[in-house]
């Protein structure tokens, strides 16, 4: 079981970020690398359709996703410190349950108004039996999730970072074949397809090996301490306790509302802006991501573990720490990589993606700055939604996604890509002052759980 004591804790998200740097440093180079091969052989409008559609599948994944990996990290951390085996399982069957329960719904519906998808992205009608077998991704997306929650419950982020390069070994291996080959767009698409397939289903098998050891170590402390433990209610779909419905509802309305920096962006600009606009801006979000991903993929992911240990057990102090320190040294790290993207950014993407796309220069350096923004407050979301506060979340996040909405359509007009960066930050300046109310009453002093 995780333990959390001692003086420094605000060190441990960057120690299990460290866990995570290697896959996602490889993560990071190969996707730079097959991101070059995709916009030298497609162009800029065939890269745009290849981003409009994995984009409309990953902005149905937050429209129909639990985000589980929430919930299994919040209340799976009470039935670890119970060492109830029984009531841990139940938990993780109901969050499979409904997650491939949501997926399917999503890769139906999809299918069904494929034609009408295709219209309003300005996308080939050509491709509408590939955009169908690409959304049957979506219910292994969601179930992987579960996995997910499962290593970051137990401290597991070293297996989350072999995990994370498999989807881009295969990337970079598949689109570096069809680049030397003269690949089609199809045939990306199927290779993006099977990389995010076989990802997640790693995932899965990591995950469900992981916690057959656990549960093994729970039932046999449990047994040793002659534990006695409350029979779990039958039923696929039945809460395995009160309130989990309530929870796993505000996640999923959170998720949906935090797709605006990443997946609503291009979709949106797609329709507004055609797919030659759209693969512009994918390319400005790959290499903001050198800035982004490091506190979004892993400092984030890492400070959920230890901010729902914290919430378990108390210490308002420790978690005034957590939430400032971080903030602090992420934010300063940001800002001295957003100096040397604005350096040498212009270069590098002519260099790498041609010159075709340089276009996405201006609008690369609105982003970057924006995880700036990010990064000095990116503690106080898991500080609210591992303390169960998900209204304040979802209030926060709907707020600033409205706003993101009607700027990034407005300003676009006006501005073109540019507007769409100007929304992202309008957009992670509004969510930083709204979530920052409730958080005070939870850093304060005398703060209480």
């Known amino acids: 079981m995780l333990e959390i004591s001692g003086q420094k804790v605000w060190h441990r998200p960057f120690k299990n970020a460290g866990k995570l740097l290697v896959g996602r ?14 916009t030298r052989t497609l162009g800029a409008i065939d890269f745009g359709v290849l ?5 409309s599948i990953l902005l149905l994944r937050h429209v129909f996703g639990f985000q589980s990996w929430q919930m299994v990290l919040r209340f799976g951390a009470k039935a670890l410190e119970a060492k109830d085996a029984a009531h841990m399982l139940k938990l993780i069957f109901f969050a499979a349950s409904i997650e491939f329960a949501a997926g399917f719904i ?13 219209d309003v992205l300005n996308i080939y009608k050509w491709l509408k039996p590939m955009l169908c077998i690409y959304a049957s991704m979506l219910v292994v997306l969601l179930v992987s999730d579960v996995g997910l929650g499962i290593l970051r419950l137990t401290n597991r982020h070293d297996f989350i970072s072999w995990q994370v390069v498999i989807e881009p070994i295969i990337r970079f291996f598949g689109a570096g074949a069809l680049f030397l080959f003269g690949g089609t767009l199809t045939q990306f698409l199927w290779v993006w397809f099977i990389a995010g397939i076989a990802s997640r289903i790693g995932l899965i098998l990591i995950a469900g090996a992981n916690l057959k050891t656990h549960i093994k170590t729970i039932r046999k402390d449990a047994k040793l301490e002659n534990l006695a433990i409350p029979p779990i209610q039958k039923g696929k779909f039945r809460s395995p306790q009160e309130g989990l419905w309530k929870y796993v509802i505000g996640t999923n309305v959170d998720y949906a509302l935090s797709l605006g920096i990443t997946q609503l962006g291009p979709v949106l600009i797609g329709g507004a802006l055609g797919p030659a606009a759209a693969g512009l801006y994918r390319v400005a979000q790959q290499f903001a991501n050198i800035i982004g991903h490091p506190i979004g993929k892993m400092l984030l992911p890492a ?3 230890d901010m729902t240990w914290l919430n378990a057990k ?31 950014g212009k270069p590098l993407i002519g260099l790498i993606a041609g010159h075709e796309f340089e276009g996405a220069y201006g609008v690369m350096l609105v982003l970057a700055f924006s995880t700036v923004v990010g990064a000095l407050s990116f503690a106080l979301e898991p500080l609210l939604m591992t303390a169960g506060k998900v209204k304040q979340v979802i209030g926060a ?8 909405i009607i700027m990034l359509l407005w300003w676009a007009e006006v501005w073109g890509l540019m507007g769409a960066g100007y929304a992202v930050l309008a957009r992670a300046l509004i969510f930083i002052v709204f979530a920052w109310i409730p958080s005070r009453k939870l850093l304060a002093k005398e703060a209480t759980l």
């Open 303 to 305: 400070i959920y573990t």
């Open 25 to 38: 440093g490889v993560q990071g180079v190969l996707s730079i690398a097959y991101l070059a091969f995709a």
């Open 397 to 404: 996040r709907l707020i600033a996604t409205v706003a993101y």
């Open 106 to 118: 999503g890769f139906v519906g999809l299918c069904i108004f494929s034609a009408e998808v295709l």
């Open 51 to 55: 981003t409009l559609i994995h984009s």
């Open 314 to 344: 108390g210490g308002a102090a420790d978690r005034r720490n957590m939430v400032f320190k971080t903030g602090l040294v992420a934010g300063a790290g940001a800002c001295v990589a957003v100096a040397i993207l604005a350096l040498f």
